[in-house]
């Protein structure tokens, strides 16, 4: 069971580039989310999904897009990278069950540096 | 809309001292609070957690309690350890439209430096 996974660990990208980030989870939990945390500013959901083929913003989703095909994958794409993206992204993913305290599990990670 | 407060860091301390992180929250209704612990190079653990007031979250030696008349989810453990040392999240929950989805709103985090 490797829980949440993230690839890659780190990528280095030249502005207006692009590239996706991949999140996948064994858990077979129902929800996922993406997040960036950024200096001084905690984490901040970028989108997430509450099932296969489906798909939200969160509070920053300029210059993102997302997709869930499979329920187990939850991929982030950066269409032409800008320097403000420069972060690390997180993916996390829970179970469905109703209940605010139902805990979110999360990767290790993705550094991205955009030049 | 909601937000999570915390103490600002980088806190340092001498291995077996005492621990207070201080978090207080603004939000409407009756959120989960979380405390979340990331260690260098790693994601984010869940650490402790209360889902109503009065609740006392604990694990690892580290406690918190849901005090609803204060707003407040202060991080607190008697003796730290060198390995404690981390960023240190308190968070909240906050339903998302449509119901039974709720994401996690966080501080700032605080690093935390434990010294032998």
Request: aromatic content about 12%; glycine content about 10%.
């Amino acid at each position: 069971n490797a829980g949440v996974t993230q690839t890659p660990k780190f990528r280095v990208l030249k502005t207006g580039q692009s590239m996706t980030l991949l999140c996948a989870q064994d858990m077979n939990h129902e929800y996922m989310y993406w997040y960036r945390q950024d200096p001084g500013m905690g984490l901040r959901l970028i989108h997430y999904s509450v099932g296969e083929g489906t798909t939200a913003k969160g509070e920053v989703p300029d210059g993102y897009n997302v997709s869930r095909l499979k329920k187990q994958n939850f991929l982030l794409g950066l269409e032409s990278a800008a320097p403000s993206q420069t972060s690390v992204y997180f993916c996390a993913s829970r179970l469905r069950l109703a209940g605010v305290g139902k805990t979110q599990y999360f990767g290790p990670g993705t550094r991205l540096l955009v030049l | 809309g909601n937000s999570v407060t915390q103490m600002e860091g980088p806190v340092t301390l001498s291995e077996e001292a005492f621990l207070t992180i201080n978090c207080t929250y603004t939000a409407t209704g009756y959120p989960s609070l979380f405390w979340y612990v990331q260690y260098p190079g790693e994601g984010l653990q869940l650490l402790l957690k209360a889902t109503k007031a009065d609740d006392k979250g604990s694990n690892k030696g580290f406690e918190a309690t849901y005090r609803k008349e204060t707003t407040s989810f202060h991080l607190e453990k008697g003796s730290v350890q060198v390995s404690d040392s981390a960023v240190y999240f308190c968070a909240l929950s906050e339903e998302l439209s449509g119901g039974s989805n709720y994401k996690l709103t966080f501080g700032k985090g605080t690093l935390l430096t434990v010294n032998p």
